[in-house]
């Protein structure tokens, strides 16, 4: 059974750094892309980031481009979203996804609020 | 970026009719759009992928049509588990942006 279960959400002040895990298991992980996927509070679905399962590229949604770095450690099946630069529309549930077309499975999400 | 609407915003319907979501985007995305299904307090499931392929566990009720730009999600008879925000993705191209979604509720 596929299992993500994301860590290191939280309360952080506008212009300050978080660092989101996702600890993976179930699957074959250094076989298949991640994404990172957000939701804000009483809003829709966005696609966040996400890295490919066959080369290691990555992808950022332009609203976080150049503040977030997306990776990962295979070795110990887990990815990670560095985030910087924080600002008060970055406050969500952060889910974390197997897959970097459509997602087949999705962790619990980890809240992440910005705020002073 | 390609850029994904959905209709309508909420679709009222009772327990056992048929409903009809439709998903557009902006330029082809050829069958490259999933579904997912959304509950409150709860993360999304994909229920469709590849445009019309059912997840595995998803019932044969829901369906999924269309190709390039226009797309359509029928659920056949809905059912009291069926009541939720369904969301469109495409997923032709990073990033696999979401639609705004429509909420299924009761009538």
């Known amino acids: 059974e596929v299992q993500l279960l994301e860590s290191g959400g939280g309360l952080v002040q506008p212009g300050g750094s978080l660092r989101l895990s996702c600890a993976a298991s179930?699957?074959?992980?250094?076989?298949?892309?991640m994404t990172w996927v957000r939701q804000a509070p009483g809003k829709g679905l966005e696609w966040v980031s996400g890295?490919?399962?066959?080369?290691?590229?990555?992808y950022y949604a332009n609203s976080v481009k150049g503040r977030f770095t997306i990776s990962r450690d295979v070795s110990k099946n887990t990815l990670f979203l560095q985030m910087n630069s924080l600002r008060v529309d970055d406050t969500a549930i952060y889910y974390c996804a197997k897959g970097d077309n459509y997602v087949g499975s999705w962790g619990q999400g980890t809240l992440v609020t910005v705020s002073s | 970026e390609i850029v994904m609407t959905q209709s309508p915003a909420t679709l009222s319907v009772s327990p056992g009719e048929r409903a009809t979501l439709s998903c557009r985007a902006s330029?082809?995305?050829?069958?490259?759009l999933a579904w997912y299904q959304q509950k409150p307090g709860q993360a999304p499931r994909v229920f469709i992928y590849?445009?019309?392929a059912r997840a595995t566990d998803i019932p044969a009720r829901f369906s999924g049509s269309g190709s390039g730009t226009e797309f359509t999600l029928t659920i056949s008879s809905l059912q009291s588990e069926d009541f939720a925000v369904y969301y469109c993705q495409q997923y032709k191209n990073w990033p696999g942006t979401f639609g705004p979604g429509t909420k299924v509720d009761f009538k």
């Open positions: 330029q082809s995305v050829y069958s490259n």
């Open positions: 590849g445009a019309s």
């Open positions: 179930g699957f074959t992980f250094s076989t298949y892309g």
């Open positions: 890295i490919s399962g066959s080369d290691g590229s990555t």
